[in-house]
């Protein structure tokens, strides 16, 4: 891991590397952290296996405990504020010191923090879709319906002990007990299954968007990732594209990433701190 030292010299290399260039922005969970929201393969990451889009089509009680488990979540994420990582990219935009940012988040801090050129590659958390009839709603008013569904279905419920801590997971929902009871809310248009309006593990990410993000990268002389590993395919084929292009791609990620033999400088460090540095130097 860096040194304070050494992290003023990689960002001031990093600096060198994207000054009078318009970088594209590829972000991962790692930029939200410092937000409160844990993410799902840093050093300190909880142990979760995520609900599967096969699962939550396939039973009721997948459903049931995937909207128990955001009904006692939701809040933290509806409360969550932008950090200084996500204020910095908003100032770099600003400056048009950088270009779109490529989001794997589906909690809508960029926007928060004042970007408002984003892809919102796997979604929004804040938005609900029916699989049946495509109709789409707000998260906030699902949760006063599942509140009303559910009277007797709160934080002590959940957990049993009002003492016992919040345990948020990755998607942003909760850790809790038995959700067999749980009513789920259906579609107030037809009736159907409501989802959050997210990729879930063993989607695809929309085709227009992929479209979208390649021709940013396409038209781009820069690729700046943060906080994210790159692990799966989704974001590590924006990385690939920028190398076929030998664009200068620079990475800043705790932790090795699968995009590294790409990147002409990886800094290892926590995302707040080093996009604020990197944000002051290009100022």
Excluded at 63 to 89: C, F, T
């Amino acid at each position: 891991m860096s040194t304070a030292t050494d992290l003023t010299s990689l960002i001031a290399e990093a600096a060198d590397a994207l000054r009078g260039r318009r970088p594209v922005v590829l972000t991962g969970a790692g930029v939200s952290t410092d937000s409160g929201i844990p993410d799902y393969r840093g050093p300190d990451s909880p142990k979760h296996t995520p609900m599967t889009i096969a699962e939550f089509r396939g039973t009721t009680a997948a459903r049931q405990r995937y909207w128990a488990r955001s009904h006692v979540g939701w809040r933290r994420i509806r409360d969550a504020g932008p950090n200084g990582g996500h204020r910095a990219l908003a100032a770099l935009q600003t400056a048009d010191a950088a270009g779109l940012i490529i989001t794997q988040n589906v909690d809508g801090l960029h926007q928060k923090a004042g970007s408002d050129a984003v892809i919102d590659l796997h979604g929004r958390l804040d938005t609900v879709v029916c699989l049946a009839c495509g109709t789409r709603s707000s998260r906030e008013e699902l949760q006063h319906r599942l509140a009303e569904l559910n009277p007797d279905f709160g934080y002590d419920d959940a957990f049993g002990d009002a003492a016992e801590p919040l345990r948020l997971r990755p998607d942003g929902d909760a850790e809790v007990g038995d959700t067999s009871g749980f009513v789920v809310a259906s579609c107030l248009v037809c009736g159907g299954v409501l989802k959050p309006d997210v990729v879930f593990f063993g989607e695809n990410v929309p085709a227009d968007k992929v479209r979208a993000s390649y021709t940013n990268v396409d038209d781009a002389d820069a690729l700046l990732v943060a906080g994210s590993s790159l692990t799966v395919m989704s974001g590590l084929r924006f990385v690939k594209r920028a190398a076929a292009r030998s664009i200068p791609i620079v990475i800043i990620n705790r932790g090795a990433t699968r995009g590294d033999e790409w990147a002409i400088l990886h800094i290892d460090a926590g995302c707040t701190e080093a996009l604020e540095s990197l944000a002051t130097a290009l100022e």
